[in-house]
């Protein structure tokens, strides 16, 4: 049980390009998901938490307006990359818990995205 | 500040025991979960500890120590499949976690 689904797992495109991620649990109700970034060899950097229904709460550093996140649904929450640039190429991973506070986390497979 | 400190790296040999620490410093207490991380993929859950003392799962273990601000995770009988990074993460009063940089295990033959 407690599967996250992430879609697409590899994106390679142009500079100036937008980019939606998918992320969606599968087989339980995710009141509240989260949005990481990993650079290589590098620890988890949580971008942002939203609750299903409201705005989401972004940490220090992160450009709200650059990466949009909806959570429209119980099930189902998007990251997107506005006007991607180099610097952006990371590996982009949600997580998701069925209720405010709940733990653990469940992962999807991560997203890596290239910005040529 | 908030603040998790675990060994960079370390390296055991195949059917060793390994204990990987975890210290940490944070705002309130709800909660301390170990994640193994495999290059190039997601973390998948290990463990969760909220109370003191040894949890144990088939070949790994946590333990946690409160009044120490401590962790570890023990690892036995170590398959070259165990090779990963190890991450801590506590959830502080908010019920935000807080992560660690990680372990990066390397397992020899």
């Known amino acids: 049980g407690a599967v996250v689904s992430q879609h697409p797992s590899w994106v390679i495109c142009k500079s100036g390009t937008s980019v939606k991620i998918e992320c969606r649990s599968l087989?339980?109700?995710?009141?509240?998901m989260f949005w990481y970034r990993q650079f290589p060899k590098q620890s988890l950097m949580l971008m942002a938490t939203s609750n299903e229904g409201s705005k989401a709460t972004y940490e220090q550093g992160v450009e709200k307006d650059k990466f949009l996140i909806n959570h429209a649904s119980l099930t189902l929450s998007t990251l997107t990359v506005t006007s991607a640039h180099p610097e952006d190429s990371s590996f982009y991973i949600c997580?998701?818990?069925?209720?405010?506070?709940?733990?653990?986390?469940?992962f999807g497979d991560g997203t890596r995205l290239s910005i040529l | 500040g908030q603040n998790i400190d675990q060994p960079t790296e370390m390296t055991a040999t195949e059917g060793a025991i390994v204990q990987i620490n975890c210290t940490y410093q944070?705002?309130?207490?709800?909660?301390l979960f170990w994640y193994q991380q495999h290059a190039g993929e997601a973390p998948t859950f290990l463990s969760y500890n909220v109370l003191d003392g040894l949890e144990e799962k088939g070949r790994f273990s946590s333990f946690l120590s409160r009044s120490k601000g401590y962790s570890y995770l023990l690892l036995k009988e170590l398959q070259m499949k165990d090779s990963a990074s190890y991450l801590c993460a506590v959830m502080d009063s908010n019920y935000q976690l807080i992560w660690g940089a990680g372990t990066k295990l390397i397992i020899k033959p």
């Open positions: 087989d339980f109700q995710a009141t509240t």
């Open positions: 944070t705002s309130g207490f709800n909660g």
């Open positions: 997580s998701a818990v069925p209720e405010i506070g709940g733990q653990p986390q469940h």
